[in-house]
């Protein structure tokens, strides 16, 4: 969001620029002004529905119904990495590469913690 926020600041600043450089030729004319406002106030609403999408959309509901979650993915080669996946209150790590997904260990959410606490000491 703050990507957005930081455009959204950089072309406000490039519409005023435009537009004093309009005035300055003597073209005082606000339908630039009112495209300008028009199209940000688009491409804001698009986003806000693309979060809205992913946030609340049938993948989200899914993925809680069945207490999926993405906790993380290494990349270890050009096609191919590990992800640590939460499925109910076990741990998956899966090697994934461009062909297949396979299980490397499961571990509950006790001996996750207990693994983390130990590389950390």
Do not use: C
Request: glycine fraction near 10%; proline fraction near 2%.
């Amino acid at each position: 969001m703050k990507r957005i926020g930081v455009l959204l600041t950089l072309l406000t600043f490039l519409l005023a620029a435009a537009e004093s450089a309009l005035a300055a030729e003597g073209v005082t004319d606000g339908m630039g002004f009112r495209t300008f406002a028009v199209l940000i106030g688009v491409i804001v609403g698009l986003f806000a529905l693309a979060w809205a999408a992913k946030k609340y959309g049938p993948y989200a509901r899914v993925r809680k119904a069945i207490g999926l979650d993405i906790l993380g993915q290494v990349p270890v080669g050009p096609r191919a990495h590990l992800t640590m996946v939460r499925v109910g209150k076990s741990i998956l790590l899966l090697g994934v590469t461009q062909n297949t997904v396979s299980l490397i260990k499961d571990l509950e959410q006790g001996d996750f913690e207990k693994i983390i606490s130990e590389m950390e000491a």
